[in-house]
């Protein structure tokens, strides 16, 4: 081999040993240590029968419920002084919290006795009314940073005929509950008993509408 010949291979040798140092820099920077996975919390509120009135013979069907985008997540959400939302880091819902917030008043629906039949929007059952719900708020309010902060619930229900889509009643709820402390377990007990009181109040109000005007009928 000529010394010409020579060079031209040792520069291909360089060349190709710092490209493979590239790519194996690239690949580091790329795979790197996994992120953590974000821990899952669960919204559990206890639902039970709900007495007095005459059953609902409608059958009704639960819509996704409407959010703002700040809302219409899996993030758990905040709200930092006046106006600022924020999110808790490495933690989120099961789901989007309106499909949470939808499972929840099936559930509690289901659970309450007093519904011939209900499901979600899309289940495949011949619907009578739709309950259509918009999420105002669902977020954990800190008045003082690095304090434990106040769980904010307000949530707007309207019943809907589905024959004539006529809105037949509607009504607003708003639940607050104070967290024992800055943790998340803390927060998330919150969540549960303010969700939870939101949630049932909707369920009865809902069936208290549909069982008398089905008795004034």
């Known amino acids: ?8 291979a040792d520069r291909r040798a360089v060349l190709t040993g710092a490209m493979a140092l590239s790519l194996s820099a690239c690949a580091g920077n790329l795979i790197g240590p996994p992120s953590p996975a974000a821990a899952l919390y669960v919204l559990r509120p206890e639902f039970g029968p709900v007495s007095g009135g005459s059953p609902v013979r409608q059958q009704l069907v639960v819509a996704v419920p409407a959010a703002p985008a700040a809302l219409d997540t899996e993030r758990i959400a905040l709200e930092r002084g006046v106006d600022v939302m924020d999110y808790y880091a490495q933690s989120q819902w099961t789901d989007r919290l309106p499909l949470v917030v939808q499972s929840l008043l099936v559930e509690g629906f289901e659970k309450s006795g007093q519904v011939a039949a209900v499901a979600r929007e899309g289940a495949g059952i011949r619907a009578d009314v739709v309950l259509e719900t918009e999420l105002r708020q669902f977020e954990a309010y ?7 902060p106040e769980i904010r619930i307000t949530l707007v229900a309207k019943l809907v005929g589905v024959t004539n889509r006529n809105v037949i009643d509607t009504m607003e709820v708003s639940r607050t509950a104070r967290a024992s402390a ?3 377990q803390s927060v998330i007990a919150a969540f549960t008993l303010a969700g939870g009181e939101a949630l049932k109040d909707t369920v009865r109000w809902a069936i208290a509408d549909l069982s008398s005007r089905r008795a004034g009928a």
């Open 1 to 8: 081999m000529s010394k010409t010949e020579e060079v031209v």
């Open 142 to 148: 800190y008045a003082v940073p690095d304090t434990a």
């Open 182 to 184: 800055n943790n998340l």
